[in-house]
């Protein structure tokens, strides 16, 4: 992935207050100097450019796939959104995202949009624990389709519970790989890069060698 889109990703994010630094307990329970949430890019334009990123990093990945899957609730407008981004970047594929429950009337089912077959690229936020992958995987293998990859906005490259990263797990457990539009690593290089945000760039780097991944 160019560098400049994570770069250009970022400067959107921070604009946006989907990136913020300060100090935030997250789910893990570790005190965190970022917070990233993407639900906040919650305008057309912004949710439409980071869709973008998203397809500039599938294309730069070189990854070869069949069809976009979004998990319900968070991939169902990136998948959506990614498809558009990717059709006007001159590739369109066909999209689909499940429903939490099944549908028992009408065309019924648990999937929407195109049907799931081939190679799918699972598209969502982050990866926290790996759990919405799993459950991406058996939608898939039940319908007789077989994960491509898994591509996220930010991979946040620190361990679990253990010595890998929630992405390395799922790289590791599925043996596919998992596309971000940025990594902490660019994340330490925008903070570097920034006048006003480098003040941050020691707490980061702080975290980083506490619970980041070798």
Known sequence: MHSSHSQEFLALAVDKGVLRFGEFKIKSGRLSP?????????????????CGYYAQAIRASGIAFDTLFGPAYKGIPLSAGTAIALAAQGQNLPFCFNRKEAKDHGEGGVIVGAPLKGRVLVIDDVISAGTSVRESVELI???????????????????????????????????????????????????????????HLQSVQQYRDTYGVA
């Open 141 to 199: 293998k039940a319908a007789g389709a077989e994960l491509a990859g898994v591509v996220i906005a930010l991979d946040r490259m620190e361990r679990g519970t253990g010595a890998l990263s929630a992405v390395q797990e799922v790289r590791e457990s599925f043996g596919v790989p998992v596309i971000a539009v940025a990594t902490l690593a660019d994340l330490m290089q925008y903070l570097q890069d920034s006048p006003t945000l480098a003040a």
């Open 34 to 50: 970022y917070f990233f949430n993407t639900a906040l890019f919650d305008d057309g334009a912004s949710f439409g450019a980071l």
